[in-house]
Antibody, heavy 121, light 113 residues
């Protein structure tokens, strides 16, 4: 059974950094693109970015709202995807979901339970 | 960027009645080389992550009840719940995966009348 488990969320002050991790199990992690989606409290879903599988170059893509401040990476040997978030702002407060995709041009088929990031002084 | 617009924002439907949610994309998400619409529907129940219901605009994900169906092509899409059940109370989102940035509709909240 496919499982995605996010960790690393919490309370952080504006301007600080935080790294989220997403550990996958029940599938061959390296064969899939991994994506992050966030949801601010009481709001809708916002795609943050993705990282392709190594087969497709392992390259990341980002939403304009986070480009230059967030970085997505992966360690296939550990079945982990990371979301490094720098220069955090209050508007980055959200539940961050890790998701799996066969690749770009394919739908998200599994979601983690999410981890809450609160940016506040 | 492809903008996804859902309507209505919310709707209340009696148990056993039909619920219809619309989703419009600002440009076509139909890829002509394979004739597939790069459009998915997700269901999100309170306190839970979203769950994939429909992909390629009309293909039901494994395990999804057949009362859920998707239709449409190009820029106009519909999610239909043919006979609303109590467990269908949720927010429903459409999403295009035709191009990055991947974009979601604003969501439609479905409640029982």
């Amino acid at each position: 059974e496919v499982h995605l488990v996010e960790s690393g969320g919490g309370l952080v002050q504006p301007g600080r950094s935080l790294r989220l991790s997403c550990t996958g199990s029940g599938f061959t992690f390296g064969d899939y693109a991994m994506s992050w989606v966030r949801q601010a409290p009481g709001k809708g879903l916002e795609w943050v970015g993705l990282i392709r599988s190594k087969t497709y170059g392992g390259t990341p893509e980002y939403a304009a709202s986070v480009k230059g401040t967030f970085t997505i990476s992966r360690d296939d040997s550990k079945s982990i995807a990371y979301l490094q978030m720098n220069s955090l702002k209050t508007e980055d407060t959200a539940v961050y979901y890790c998701t799996r995709m066969i690749g770009t041009g394919w739908p998200v088929d599994y979601w983690g339970q999410g981890t809450l990031v609160t940016v506040s002084s | 960027d492809i903008v996804m617009t859902q309507s209505p924002d919310s709707l209340a439907v009696s148990l056993g009645e039909r619920a219809t949610i619309n989703c419009k994309s600002s440009q076509s998400v139909l890829y002509s080389s394979n004739n597939k619409n790069y459009l998915a529907w997700f269901q999100q129940k309170p306190g839970q992550p979203p769950n994939l219901l429909i992909y390629w605009a009309s293909t039901r994900e494994s395990g999804v009840p057949d009362r859920f169906s998707g239709s449409g092509s190009g820029t106009d899409f519909t999610l239909t719940i043919s006979s609303l059940q109590a467990e269908d109370v949720a927010v429903y989102y459409c999403q295009q995966y035709y191009s990055t940035p991947l974009t979601f509709g604003g969501g439609t909240k479905v409640e029982i009348k």
